[in-house]
């Protein structure tokens, strides 16, 4: 069972929104094994995850328009692809198509001791023009600074 859920935060202006399907762990072996190393995967069970803001923002150094977006990501144990494509609204990533993206960087994951059995978004305020967005599940978090432009 994959619950869908979601997680937003204002950042000054910036409203900022995930929403994804929610998959357990269940003694699996995630990163690695259910999910295999190096492919795309759709970041949540079921239909693609999606983010959406209505300011634009600059995230590793670039900037990602005001709008809605399929979030991906292509898991490796030295660092992990973040992907932000508009192909948002689809199942799983049948339709993922690398010409749709629109940003695309490479952030390292941190491992934690913890087993977080379900997965998480978090959209951190750090101050009125800076966050974090952040994706923990099984071990690993992989977490990312923004700022509203």
């Keep these: 069972m994959s619950p869908h859920t979601s997680t937003m935060a204002m950042v000054g202006d910036a409203h900022i929104h995930f929403d994804y399907s929610s998959p357990g762990v269940r003694n699996r072996i995630v990163f690695g094994g259910l999910l295999p190393y190096d492919a795309v995967w759709q970041a949540g069970a079921h239909n693609a995850t999606w983010m959406e ?3 634009d923002l600059t995230i590793d150094g670039k900037v990602l328009n005001a709008g809605k977006y399929g979030f991906f990501v292509i898991p490796n144990q030295e660092e992990w692809t973040i992907i932000f494509n508009t192909n948002w609204d689809q199942h799983g990533k049948d339709e993922y198509d690398e010409n749709n993206d629109v940003l695309r960087f490479k952030v390292a994951p941190k491992i934690s001791e913890e087993i ?4 998480e978004y978090k959209v951190t305020k750090v101050n009125n023009t800076s966050g974090t967005i952040s ?4 071990k690993v978090i992989v977490e990312f600074p923004f700022e509203v432009n």
């Design 53 to 55: 803001t209505n300011k």
């Design 116 to 119: 977080k059995e379900h997965l």
């Design 135 to 138: 994706l923990s599940w099984e």
